[in-house]
């Protein structure tokens, strides 16, 4: 008996025969061509949810409709900012013209005009108050040639108010005034000025009264400065009601607005991508 002929076998054998047969196709069909194709699937989904995730956090997942919303709601929040942006430096900023003295050019004559000029007001002021007050005011009357006139001219109008301020409050002595270097805040990132501040030191005599009008006083419009430090001493044990004050103030100026401000800010370039639907 040929064992290889099929018609030889009984039915069993037939039966068990094509069984063995299909079960083979069918492992050599999952292995060659099921098995890569699933592999491939579950990759693809791997990296459908990837990309799904990315454009969600992207926010390429929304329709337009939704985008315009954010966007309008993102405007609105940034007028917002804008508005309490330039309310605060009304309110803070040290002069009533802080454009036109942040902005303008300032040539070297015009600054020794106007310190000439403030100068003489504060001594006959202080005279008139029978205050004491040293006559250079803390400043120079040279100006270099490569000195930039316009933050000498804001640092003699820090000085101005300042002085002003305190021969109101009807002080003892103005003993020592001195303008310290300007101090300029930049935007992170990038090299643009956007809050200058102009501080001052003064060493005065008065009393505690003096003191608590001088820190009321300082908040008012005209004459508003940010306290950077105070020391007091009392010079004298026979007169403690008399009192030595060292107060750092600075006077800030705002030289642009925010949408000037937001003008100088590095454009990003994105490239166009599809939308969602």
Sequence with gaps: MNPLKIETWSDRQQVLAIIVVACLAMGLLWFFLLAPQMRDRRSMSGEIRKMRSELHKKNYMFGETALKKDRDAEQKYLRGLSDEWIDMAARLAAFTDQHGLA??????????????????????????????????????????????????????????????LALDLDIDLVQQITPLDPIEHKLQGIDETFLEEYPVRLEFFGTVPDMYDLLHRILEPGHVFVLRNVRIETPSRNDPASLRMRASLGALVFPKDPDELMASLPKVVKKAVPMGH
């Excluded at 100068?119 to 008139?128: A, G």
């Excluded at 005011?137 to 006139?149: K, M, P, R, T």
């Design 103 to 164: 902005r303008s050019d300032v040539a070297h004559i015009d600054y020794k005009m106007a310190l000439f000029s403030v100068r003489n007001r504060l001594v006959s002021k202080s005279r008139d108050a029978n205050i004491s007050l040293p006559i250079d005011l803390g400043l120079e009357d040279a100006v270099a040639s490569n000195e930039d006139a316009r933050k000498r001219m804001l640092q003699l109008r820090a000085v101005e108010n300042l002085v002003d």
